[in-house]
Structures are given as C-alpha cells and as structure tokens.
C-alpha cells in the first residue's frame, strides 16, 4: 500500500517533467527543421541577423539544448509544490523563468556581437579560439563551483518559502544564473558557430548534459573533458587554415 501511494505521489510530478522534456524534444525537431532549410548556406557569413528573428531562434536553441538539463529541478519543484493550487502552471513558470534566463544571456551576446561588427573575415579563427576558450573554463573554479550550486538547487531543501508563483520564478532564476556560470562559455562559442550548426548544438547539448546531469567527475576527468574541447578548437581552426 504505502509503494501503491509512493508511486501515485510521484505519477504528476513525473508527467510535469516529461511534459517540459517533450517542449524539448520539440525544439529539437524545429532545429533539425530550420537546419534543413538553410543547408548550404553559411550561418557564419550571413551573421545573426534581426533581433526579433535571432531571439526566436535562440530560445528554440535554448528550449532543446538547455531544458533536458534542467528535467532534475522541474522534477523536484513539481513534487514539493504538488499539493498546492496551480502547482501544474507554476511548474511552467519555473521552466519559462529559467529560459528568459538564457534569453536575457543571449540578447546581451547579440548586442556584442553586433557591437564587435561581426562576423570577422577570420570568424572560424574565432570560433575555434572561443571552443578552447571554453574548455580551459571547463576546468576553472567558478564553473566547478557553478556545477555544484546547480546540483544544489536540484533539492529545494523543504517547503517553498513563497507564494508558488513567487517561488517558481525565484527557482528559476536562480537555477538559470547558476547554469549560466557553469555553461555560458559554452553558448558563446555556439553563438559564434551560427543559429544553424545542428551537429554543434548537439555536441555542446551532450557536454552540458555531463556538466550539469552526470555525478561529480574527479579533477582528472574534468581535465580529460576540458581538454576535449580545446581539441575541437583548435580542429575546427586546423580545417580552415
């Protein structure tokens, strides 16, 4: 009886994270789609373009690379806030918050971008400089340290201390600054690659699911995976020089 209770207990929790997870799953497919559309074109030579056009794109982009990471704390806040009215919208609230997170990252990215006249005649220079750029960060202190609040916030640590909504938008955030620490460097060499690099997406997805789902690696291991990144850079400099 009490595994009967301890599973209906979990049961809309469960659907709530799977239902985001599915938000994910369809932005991959409205990647793969816009992906085929501008085969043969370079996303590098024709910049970001408009803001409103980039924004879109770039939280689309958010949705499939950044949501699945974030499955462990919808999961966690669904739980805690199951009993309480709205809990369903407010779940959703936490995972809008925890993109407009991300969106505000990018629009700033967006205004350096164009404020630098980019893209550079050098731009896979660029490029390849920001992926190893990212792997020595990889290793830093404040990426570990980033790593680890967000593992932290994964457990909400009792009952929420506001009203849901308040609380959905304060978990968010929070959970968006922290994943900014330990993957924005990651996101800024996907905004050099261009909107439309889906194999880039996906491998930079993968590394930001190790980063933020996989138990804590030993320093070893995070050399090992930081200096896989520095390798990209520096291949993705060799195949254009």
């Excluded at 978990?171 to 330990?182: D, E, K, V």
Aim: net charge positive; with cysteine; charged share 10%.
């Amino acid at each position: 009886m009490k595994a009967l209770d301890a599973r209906q207990e979990l049961a809309k929790p469960t659907i709530a994270a799977l239902v985001v997870l599915a938000v994910a799953g369809v932005a991959w497919a409205a990647m793969v789609q816009q992906s085929c559309s501008m085969a043969g074109m370079d996303g590098m030579d024709m910049g970001l373009g408009p803001i409103e056009s980039f924004a879109a794109t770039w939280v689309v982009m958010m949705a499939a690379m950044m949501l699945p990471s974030a499955i462990p704390v919808v999961l966690e806040f669904a739980r805690t806030a199951e009993r309480r009215r709205g809990w369903q919208v407010a779940t959703g609230v936490l995972a809008g918050t925890y993109l407009g997170v991300w969106l505000v990252f990018g629009v700033v990215c967006y205004a350096v971008y164009t404020a630098l006249r980019m893209p550079w005649p050098n731009q896979d220079v660029v490029v390849g400089v920001a992926l190893a750029l990212a792997g020595v960060y990889s290793a830093s202190p404040i990426k570990r340290a980033s790593q680890a609040r967000c593992r932290e916030l994964c457990a909400l640590h009792g009952p929420l201390p506001f009203n849901l909504m308040r609380s959905a938008a304060v978990a968010g955030t929070r959970y968006g600054l922290s994943c900014l620490g330990c993957s924005a460097a990651l996101m800024v060499a996907m905004v050099l690659l261009g909107m439309s690099s889906l194999w880039w997406a996906v491998i930079l997805g993968i590394v930001v699911l190790i980063y933020k789902l996989a138990p804590p690696l030993r320093m070893r291991y995070e050399l090992v995976l930081s200096a896989a990144l520095v390798a990209l850079g520096v291949a993705h400099v060799m195949m254009v020089i």
